[in-house]
């Protein structure tokens, strides 16, 4: 098992532009979060995901934001019309059921809008 | 409604000395409480964590942290700072019973001054 994988970690677009951030969990577990964090801040909690199901959304995550989960394995994580507010690393995160089971985090991918 | 507070966004010790970072929590229901470090540019690894058993727990790299119920408080600490443990640490919280929502506090970056 390597752990969670993010792809790209990199990625620079231009303001109005559509991004797409894949992530591929653990493959045992059943639970994938996503995470927004800014300079100097920790994750703040985007939605996530059981199996396929996307079970709880935040309210940071506007409607120009889109993640799915098709199969219950990998995820996808769209920003439309990417605006300079939207520059961030965006972590992903996997674990199995229960509560006190810990997150694994991927290494995160870093979104830049010019 | 759950939260963590971590007091001191920034800490210096210095090589060999003890490390306090400091943590309180705040949890309508018993908390899972984590200690997660970050390095430069990669994810968030888990340190240790507090699942209701052992009030004092043990974790990787030396750390421990004591959950005090009465306190409300989560405290990490390592008896001796090695110059590797410079890092930013993050203190988290999640509710007891499956719910999977883990609210971070805004981080404490770790100097280790030689």
């Known amino acids: 098992d390597t752990g969670v994988s993010q792809d790209p970690r990199h990625k620079i677009t231009k303001r109005g532009q559509n991004v797409t951030f894949r992530c591929d969990p653990i493959?045992?577990?059943?639970?994938l979060y996503w995470y927004r964090q800014t300079l100097g801040q920790g994750p703040e909690f985007l939605t996530y995901f059981q199996n396929e199901a996307q079970l709880e959304k935040s309210r940071l995550l506007s409607d120009r934001f889109s993640a799915e989960r098709p199969k219950g394995s990998f995820s996808t994580l769209e920003i439309q019309r990417t605006e300079q507010g939207d520059s961030a690393m965006y972590l992903c995160a996997s674990s199995s059921d229960g509560g006190k089971d810990e997150q694994y985090f991927g290494p995160g991918t870093r979104l830049t809008v010019t | 409604a759950q939260s963590v507070t971590q007091l001191g966004s920034h800490v210096s010790v210095s090589e060999g000395a003890l490390v306090l970072l400091r943590c309180n929590y705040s949890s309508s229901v018993p908390p899972y409480l984590f200690w997660y470090v970050q390095y430069p540019n990669q994810g968030l690894q888990l340190l240790l964590k507090y699942t209701s058993a052992a009030t004092l727990v043990k974790g990787i790299n030396g750390f421990e942290a004591e959950f005090k119920k009465s306190e409300t408080s989560f405290h990490l600490t390592k008896p001796s700072a090695h110059m590797s443990d410079a890092a930013e640490y993050f203190c988290a919280v999640n509710l007891s019973g499956g719910y999977q929502k883990v609210t971070f506090g805004i981080g404490t970056k770790l100097q280790v001054i030689p």
């Open positions: 493959s045992e577990h059943n639970r």
